[in-house]
């Protein structure tokens, strides 16, 4: 029945030559992800997810069998891998000890060294580097915080500037973009 | 008692009364809160994209707390205080880790982690140092019988290992406990340790806002008076996004930080702890009728 099938139903056939067996390995070597093998699938951690619970886009399960799979580029460039809230209710949860909130922290460090990071957490680190904190500081705080007996906050960027500009993860960041930019 | 006191970004800049009735409830125990303008970012925000920045980002603040010469640094956001104790465990106990981050922070800033002291968020440090008994001593205002949902928060209870499993992360109780010395009445609802979604806000509000309306509605069920929560983030999404226009419900439920009530326990006023006066009346004041629920949301100004 080959020829009666849609465009859909043919696009989820997976090729053999699309799979990259070496992806469960890769993410078992970042920090986090070492446990992803032990995963024998018996979906306890989506039935406790409150995520999935509201979002049927995201399942956890489906995503670490996905990455045991090899479905490597359609993994790290899905949006659902930064839909984990890190509520922990999976690894608390999960028979196999997988640690899936580490798992997926895991697999978001390699997706974001591919340049796939989602943008609210780009945002982020750009304004850690202005300011050390991720909520701006003015005037009005520091008046609030006086009212209430609260000693001032200074702006104090500099340490996190440095660690920042040694680890080199903005810099990453900008070739990437360039890299997309250019492909 | 000395200890380096992390604020972190959302109680510095946006829950200042949650700082204020910490800092209240320290100095009546005689703990004293040592501040550091060191003391930046916890480093959370770095964690999906690159390990070793986050680790670096987390152990900047671990280093200027150790150099402070405290055993303890306390913290009193749940996601501040599950990063600095990842961070500080790992480092502590993985050398190709701490090896690795040294090394970064001695080529950045010119320091190094050397491992000397604990985190703690500040409700465990004064349930552990403090003590149930001496803080019951200390109360001189017993509270009215308060209907208080309380809401843990994912962070505070998880990963259980990184805060050496001092609470039950299925069926918590230490704020409960806290509450119960007051006066009000701690309430069970369903699915208390629902998360607040506030770690995808910025990825999928709509999820999130849904998660927090199903927790709202949990909460009214069980006839509560006040939600109380001991986290930022969890503040702000069940206080200000219950204003959110996706949230359709008929009911409001005042949110507030559990050091709150037991400021006022303590004998401190609303002023002094950043509270809505109408809020805290509703815990010292006589009540009329048992309907008389209070129509604020967010407790704090
Ligand atoms: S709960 Fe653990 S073993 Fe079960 S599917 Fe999820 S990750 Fe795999
Ligand atoms: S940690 Fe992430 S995957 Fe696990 S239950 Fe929570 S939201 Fe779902």
């Not at chain 1, 915080?145 to 702006?155: A, D, G, S």
Request: one cysteine or more.
């Amino acid at each position: 029945m080959e020829s009666s099938q849609t465009t859909d139903e043919k696009k989820a056939h997976i090729e053999a030559v699309e799979l990259d067996p070496n992806f469960k390995f890769e993410i078992s070597k970042e920090s986090g992800g070492e446990n992803i093998t032990s995963c024998f699938q018996c979906g306890t951690c989506v039935a406790v997810c409150p995520v999935a619970a509201k979002n049927p886009e995201y399942d956890p399960r489906k995503i670490i069998w996905m990455a045991l799979l090899g479905l490597r580029d359609e993994v790290l460039s899905s949006k659902a891998i930064w839909l984990c809230s890190t509520c922990y209710s999976c690894y608390v949860r999960c028979p196999q000890n997988v640690k899936i909130t580490s798992v997926m922290s895991a697999i978001q460090n390699i997706a974001s060294r591919e340049g796939h990071v989602h943008p609210s957490y780009e945002a982020g680190l750009e304004m850690l580097k202005k300011t050390g904190r991720t909520v701006e500081l003015s005037e009005f705080e520091n008046q609030k915080r006086e009212k209430l007996n609260c000693p001032p906050i200074e702006e104090n960027a500099l340490a996190t500037i440095k660690i920042l500009d040694e680890t080199g993860i903005l810099k990453k960041k900008e070739k990437n973009k360039k890299k997309g930019e250019e492909g | 008692m000395k200890v380096a006191y992390f604020l972190g970004c959302n109680v510095a800049l946006r829950t200042y009364e949650y700082d204020a009735a910490v800092r209240r409830i320290a100095e009546k125990f005689g703990i004293e809160l040592m501040d550091s303008k060191d003391f930046v970012c916890c480093g959370y925000p770095a964690a999906p994209q690159d390990h070793s920045t986050f680790l670096a980002l987390a152990a900047q603040n671990l280093v200027a707390a150790e150099e402070m010469g405290v055993d303890y640094i306390v913290s009193v956001c749940n996601s501040c205080t599950a990063t600095l104790s990842k961070v500080n465990k790992l480092l502590k106990e993985n050398e190709k880790e701490r090896e690795h981050i040294n090394k970064i922070l001695k080529n950045s800033i010119g320091k190094e982690f050397k491992g000397t002291l604990e985190v703690r968020h500040f409700l465990r440090f004064i349930y552990e140092e403090v003590g149930l008994d001496e803080i019951k001593k200390a109360i001189t205002n017993k509270l009215n019988p308060v209907r208080v949902a309380p809401h843990y928060g994912c962070h505070y209870l998880k990963p259980p290992e990184v805060f050496d499993f001092f609470e039950d992360p299925i069926v918590p109780h230490t704020a409960d406990d806290l509450m119960a010395l007051t006066g009000v009445v701690p309430v069970k609802y369903e699915n208390m340790k629902q998360c607040c979604g506030g770690a995808i806000l910025a990825v999928d509000e709509d999820t999130s806002i849904s998660m927090v309306r199903e927790k709202l509605i949990h909460v009214h069920e069980a006839q509560a008076d006040v939600l109380a929560v001991h986290c930022p983030f969890c503040n702000v999404m069940y206080g200000e996004y219950q204003k959110d226009p996706r949230i359709d419900i008929d009911f409001k439920v005042p949110v507030i930080f559990t050091p709150q009530i037991l400021g006022l326990a303590l004998g401190f006023d609303a002023k002094q702890l950043g509270m809505k006066k109408k809020v805290a009346k509703l815990f010292l004041e006589p009540q009329e009728a048992p309907e008389s629920k209070s129509e604020e949301v967010g407790a704090h100004g």
